[in-house]
């Protein structure tokens, strides 16, 4: 039903093949999209690179988000190579261990402007990034989850992270909408995933939510990429500023 042959697609965040990242990748690439993937550091190239090769990436580069010469740099090299940008898929979130295992109230205020950093203003420095590339329109997309609307236990401080990123959403669209950029949040439940492994007792959370979600199904990265890829098309154009629950319903369920 809908198309991204041509567009050209970014998407920071990939780590390993179990990454939302790469689940979203893999999706726009298979509805025809041109992709450039970013990893973090030397560390991470190993990892990264092959998936994206195997992805067929037109680039890949090095992205620290805390770095404004590697945003640059990416948006200088997307700038030569297509002169212009369609999508991006932001997924990315950090806090330091001791603030997410500890009582929200007791996060350091360090800690706190890290994570902020990290998971909520590197979205918005992509897309301000990005916006002059988009002349025709473009979608953004980052990835949330339900411990920004209640308490999840154990989630910790990226519960008010992530509610100051679906507000960035929010504030985003509506900057945006008349230029034809649309703002979104992904919504997975719970996924295991590297990133999920750093939460205390994620286990468990997983567990309930394959026996209470209405579907008995934890969603999976193909999931979450098939909805990415619909509101990268022009068939979304119409949509912008949610919030946008992937979970088989568990997210209903009080």
């Keep these: 039903m809908f198309d991204l042959t041509g567009q050209k697609a970014l998407v920071v965040g990939v780590a390993n093949d179990q990454s939302i990242a790469y689940g979203c990748a893999k999706a726009f690439k298979a509805q025809g999209a041109d992709l450039a993937i970013t990893y973090l550091n030397e560390k991470a190239e190993p990892f990264v690179r092959p998936l994206a090769e195997e992805l067929g990436a037109d680039i890949i580069m090095p992205l620290d988000v805390r770095s404004e010469d590697q945003l640059d740099a990416l948006f200088g090299v997307i700038s030569e190579k297509w002169g212009r940008l369609d999508t991006i898929l932001h997924s990315i979130a950090f806090s330091k261990k001791e603030d997410l295992h500890g009582r929200v109230i007791d996060c350091s205020a360090d800690g706190f402007g890290l994570a902020m950093d990290i998971s909520v203003h590197s979205f918005l420095r992509l897309i301000r990034r990005a916006e002059p590339l988009m002349p025709h329109g473009g979608t953004c997309m980052t990835v949330s989850f339900m411990g920004a609307q209640k308490v999840v236990d154990n989630y910790g401080v990226m519960g008010p992270v992530k509610a100051a990123l679906e507000a960035a959403v929010r504030y985003a669209a509506s900057e945006l909408g008349p230029k034809g950029i649309s703002v979104h949040a992904l919504s997975p439940g719970p996924l295991k995933t590297r990133a999920a492994s750093g939460i205390a007792e994620?286990?468990?959370?997983?567990?309930?939510?394959?026996?209470?979600?209405?579907?008995?199904?934890?969603?999976?990265i193909e999931d979450t990429g098939a909805y990415a890829a619909f509101l990268a098309s022009r068939e979304a154009f119409n949509v912008t500023g949610g919030v946008h629950p992937i979970d088989g319903g568990y997210s209903i369920i009080g």
Excluded: S
């Design 202 to 220: 994620f286990d468990v959370l997983l567990d309930d939510a394959a026996k209470r979600a209405p579907t008995h199904h934890l969603a999976t």
